[in-house]
C-alpha cells in the first residue's frame, strides 16, 4: 500500500473521524463502520484533510478548473482542497458549492463561488458514497445550473457497496453519466491495514469488529 494511503488511514482513526460500531447510514443499511468528515473542524485538522485530498487529486485529474463540494460538509472541503492545491502544488483552480435552499436576494441562485457555465470542467469532492443518492442529485443540479462538464469525482472512501441494483454505486454512477469516481483508499485497503494491528496502544478493528465487517459486506459489498 502507498505510504500516502497508511497516512490518511491513521489520521482518520486517530481523530476518531472513522469509526467502528453500530451506524445507521443515510441510506438505511445498518453498517458497523462510519465516516464523519464533519469532525474536522479545526484549523490544523482541516487543513490536513485538504492537503491528503490535493495529494490524491493531483495523481488521478488533471483537466479541472473548478473544485465543487456539494452542501453541507463538501463546503468547507472544497475550500481546503482548493488552498491545498496551490499552497503544496501551486494549482490554482476555483472553488463552487451549491445552498440547500435558493437565495432569494442579494444575487440568489443555489450556487456559490465560482460561475458555472457550459465551459467550466468541475470536479467534485465529498465524504463518501453508499448508493450514490446524494451525488446523483447533486449532478442534476449541476445539469440545471450551468451543465458544466464533470471531469470525475473523488471522495474520501470507496465503501465497495452495491448501489442501486447488484453493480457498485461508483459502477453505477460511471454507467449512467460517464463520470468516473476516485477515492483516497478503499474499505478493503482500511480493513486490511487495520486489522488486528496495534496502533497508538488501539486495535481499531478486532476479530469481533472484522467479523462484523465481513457480514456486512456479504450482504451489500462488491469486489474491487
Not at 11 to 32: A, H, M, Y
Amino acid at each position: 500500500m502507498q505510504q500516502y494511503k497508511e497516512d490518511f488511514i491513521k489520521f482518520l482513526v486517530k481523530s476518531n473521524t472513522l469509526k467502528f460500531g453500530d451506524f445507521t447510514l443515510k441510506s438505511g443499511r445498518k453498517c458497523p463502520y462510519f465516516l464523519n468528515l464533519g469532525q474536522f473542524y479545526t484549523g490544523e485538522l482541516i487543513t490536513q484533510l485538504g492537503a491528503f485530498y490535493a495529494a490524491a487529486l493531483r495523481g488521478y485529474l488533471k483537466d479541472y478548473d473548478v473544485v465543487f463540494g456539494p452542501a453541507y460538509k463538501g463546503i468547507p472541503l472544497s475550500v481546503a482542497v482548493c488552498m491545498s492545491l496551490y499552497e503544496r502544488f501551486g494549482i490554482n483552480v476555483a472553488y463552487g458549492f451549491n445552498r440547500k435552499e435558493a437565495k432569494d436576494h442579494g444575487e440568489g441562485g443555489l450556487i456559490v463561488g465560482a460561475p458555472i457555465t457550459k465551459d467550466s470542467k468541475l470536479v467534485i469532492v465529498d465524504d463518501v458514497m453508499t448508493a450514490g443518492t446524494a451525488l446523483r442529485g447533486c449532478i442534476e443540479l449541476l445539469k440545471q445550473h450551468g451543465n458544466p462538464e464533470i471531469t470525475g469525482v473523488l471522495i474520501a472512501i470507496d465503501r465497495l457497496e452495491k448501489g442501486q441494483g447488484e453493480k457498485s454505486a461508483v459502477q453505477e454512477l460511471k454507467d449512467e453519466f460517464g463520470i468516473k469516481v476516485y477515492s483516497i483508499v478503499s474499505i478493503e485497503e482500511i480493513v486490511s491495514y487495520l486489522y488486528d494491528k496495534e496502533l497508538d496502544g488501539t486495535v481499531y478493528i478486532d476479530n469481533e469488529k472484522f467479523e462484523k465487517i465481513k457480514e456486512y459486506r456479504k450482504l451489500y459489498g462488491v469486489d474491487l
